[in-house]
């Protein structure tokens, strides 16, 4: 292996890995010094000299010419009588500069050059790349599904660095096949074991962010701010937003002309329901507009405790808990308030959505109670196990099972 096969090998692994050329003729330059310096015990007579675009390497000995016979080291210093036959007007003292051969290092000193070489760039690579995605933590990036497995999938950016989308950090809906593109959010950026791991996030309330930015020009340009949001991945997200502009409608900006703007958000989000509301540091008025679509009677708030009580008629409860609870989970998180509804006139018992039980009663028997018109779980005790059965197809034991379920609720 001569200089000019062994540059351009690592030319070619520089454009892989997308190295800089001064990088790359420093890192050169510092390895084949250090391989010089261990072959003379010094280096402060050698000049190296890296030319990456032609792909050559030149290595000069700088010696000093000394009398016949008096030369000690012949790596640093020339006899007078060898020096004139290099140019005659030399002369003790001086210094001649040789030309120092890349096959005199030797097959074994040019592979453990190359090893250190490939040692050094890639160090220098996975530093890079953990500079590179630490800026760019909170942005949203596109990549190609190479692997899928069970906790995660592996993906590849567009210069082949490996990128992670843990289980956890997906919509549960999320379905990617290998080849397939994919855009997430850079949560995290660590190190271990001297390698970058780069964590994606598609569950994060950023990457609903960065996809308003990307949809929405006026939440690019500033005009519009996002104060707040959160979500229940795949399920449901609450955006608060606020414009400074009295001529820009920020709701109406943000969902555009029959919904063009953030029907795309919403495809991209596995059909995620988002709510995009008006901001406002009017409490009463923002746990209104947090728990849209459903109407509230009226709101009492205790500053200290930050709980609300919110009260509404029967018909508005079940819209302001929402399927799962999701509704008044996340209007409680977007206002800071922990949010207790109730029925109006009915101060003491709080009332609760029949979906919230869905992990205790079965969704066919919720849907067959809801039927008849009972989506609390007061409505259906109100009603009572007699005219449960008469009223639907649900049999007395089952009916029994439901009773339990709903009345340990309020003991």
């Not at 015990?41 to 000069?60: L, R, S, Y």
């Not at 690019?220 to 997200?237: H, N, S, Y």
């Amino acid at each position: 292996m001569d200089s000019l096969e062994l540059i351009d090998s690592f030319s070619e692994f520089k454009e892989l890995k997308n190295i800089d050329k001064t990088t790359m003729q420093s890192v050169l330059e510092d390895v084949f010094r250090a391989m010089l310096k261990k072959k003379f015990n010094t280096d402060e007579h050698i000049d190296v000299i890296v030319n990456i675009d032609k792909g050559d390497v030149q290595i000069f000995l700088n010696k000093e010419i000394v009398d016949d016979g008096e030369v000690e080291d012949v790596n640093t210093e020339i006899a007078y009588s060898d020096a004139i036959k290099v140019e005659p007007d030399f002369e003790i003292g001086e210094e001649v500069t040789e030309e120092f051969k890349f096959t005199d290092f030797g097959r074994r000193n040019v592979l453990s050059l190359r090893q250190n070489l490939i040692s050094r760039i890639m160090e220098l690579e996975k530093d890079n790349l953990y500079k590179i995605y630490k800026e760019k933590i909170g942005d949203i990036v596109t990549g190609e599904v190479y692997q899928v497995w069970k906790k995660e999938i592996l993906v590849l950016d567009d210069e082949g660095n490996e990128l992670l989308l843990p289980k956890s950090e997906q919509i549960p809906s999320d379905y990617f096949k290998k080849g397939e593109s994919l855009r997430a959010v850079v949560a995290k950026v660590d190190m271990r074991n001297s390698t970058p791991v780069i964590i994606l996030s598609r569950a994060a309330p950023e990457f609903l962010e960065r996809l308003f930015e990307l949809e929405v020009p006026e939440v690019f340009d500033g005009l519009i701010t996002i104060k707040k949001i959160v979500r229940e991945p795949g399920e449901r997200a609450k955006v608060a937003v606020e414009s400074y502009d009295d001529r820009i409608d920020p709701v109406g900006a943000c969902v555009g002309m029959k919904g063009s703007r953030i029907h795309g958000i919403v495809r991209e989000l596995r059909n995620e329901n988002i709510d995009v509301i008006n901001y406002t540091t009017n409490p009463q008025l923002f746990i209104q507009r947090a728990l849209s679509p459903a109407k509230i009677t009226s709101i009492e708030i205790d500053e200290e405790e930050k709980r609300a009580k919110v009260y509404l008629k029967p018909d508005q409860v079940s819209l302001a808990i929402g399927r799962g609870g999701h509704n008044i989970k996340l209007g409680g998180k977007l206002t800071g308030y922990e949010l207790d509804v109730y029925r109006e006139g009915e101060v003491d018992v709080e009332d609760v959505d029949l979906e919230e039980f869905a992990d205790e009663i079965d969704s066919w028997i919720i849907d067959e109670l809801k039927a008849i018109g009972c989506d609390t779980a007061k409505s259906v005790l109100d009603i009572g196990a007699e005219d449960l059965v008469k009223r639907t197809d649900l049999e007395e034991e089952t009916i029994a099972d439901v009773f339990k379920v709903l009345q340990a609720e309020f003991e």
